[in-house]
């Protein structure tokens, strides 16, 4: 069993930027494949962005791209998600995430969830 646990969400102007971080609980977490998902008031969660632990690959949704990174440490068990550029619409309860495969954490399925850190993000 893997637990996420975020932080660093918060309060941002439009521009500003702000890092999540995603403490996983097991030296075994170093295998999954690591993400972040998000949900808007009234909307489904979306993904986000995710890194592979071998290669450390990754990937993003369009709207992110260019703004967010993902980044791991392994040796810390922890992922981080840098936003910059931040806009109103980014604003959204954000999940870490951990599956074995790319696909199974990009279907929004994955194994373990996070509880989930508030960024809200004003104009």
């Known amino acids: 069993q893997v637990q996420l646990v975020e932080s660093g969400g918060g309060l ?3 521009g500003g930027s702000l890092t999540l971080a995603c403490a996983a609980s097991e030296r075994s ?11 808007a008031p009234g909307k489904e969660r979306e993904f986000v962005a995710a890194i592979t632990w071998s290669d450390a690959a990754t990937y993003y949704t369009d709207s992110v791209k260019g703004r ?4 791991r440490d392994n040796a810390r068990n922890t992922v981080r998600l840098q936003m910059s550029s931040l806009k109103p619409e980014d604003t959204a309860l954000y999940y870490c995430a951990a599956d074995t495969t790319t696909l199974g954490l990009r279907k929004g399925s994955p194994d373990y969830w996070g509880q989930g850190t508030q960024v809200t993000v004003s104009s």
């Not at 977490?29 to 949900?39: E, L």
């Not at 967010?68 to 980044?71: C, D, H």
């Open 29 to 39: 977490s170093r295998t999954y494949v690591m993400g972040w998902f998000r949900q």
């Open 68 to 71: 967010f990174t993902i980044s």
């Open 12 to 14: 941002a102007q439009a």
